[in-house]
């Protein structure tokens, strides 16, 4: 049997109302999550792989979603969720185990503008098949 898979995503864009506010926010969680160093800043956005940070066009709404990161501990995602809120996040769900299914340990911010971003670690992985997929072009 063989399985394909594919990207779903390319990119995602969290336009912010206010960059100021929410750039210190996101890259708080971002440093706790361990993956501080890999963040792209520029006038105007951060990036983060395929993720974007960006301050909206004068008179755009800013996005409003909800963004879950992969943790890879309880302490992770605890670590998250005292920076974000170090950073001017609000609470909007401290670290704890939730009913979603069994090991579901995760912990929930709203940044500037309301979006839900949370971070989460299965507890019924125990180990991944890879880090990353890495890709090829000819």
Do not use: W
């Amino acid at each position: 049997m063989s399985y394909t898979i594919a990207r779903l995503i390319d990119h995602l864009d969290i336009r912010v109302s206010d960059f100021d506010a929410a750039g210190p926010f996101y890259r708080a969680v971002f440093g706790a999550l361990g993956l501080g160093a890999e963040v792209d800043e520029g006038e105007d956005y951060l990036a983060l792989d395929e993720l974007y940070i960006s301050r909206a066009d004068p008179g755009a709404p800013p996005s409003h979603m909800h963004l879950c990161f992969q943790a890879g501990s309880r302490e992770s995602v605890a670590a998250f969720h005292a920076a974000g809120l170090a950073a001017g996040g609000r609470d909007n769900g401290g670290p704890g185990l939730r009913d979603y299914h069994p090991g579901y340990y995760a912990a929930f911010l709203l940044d500037s503008d309301g979006n839900n971003i949370e971070a989460k670690v299965d507890e019924r992985v125990t180990a991944r098949s890879a880090d990353a997929v890495h890709l090829q072009t000819e």
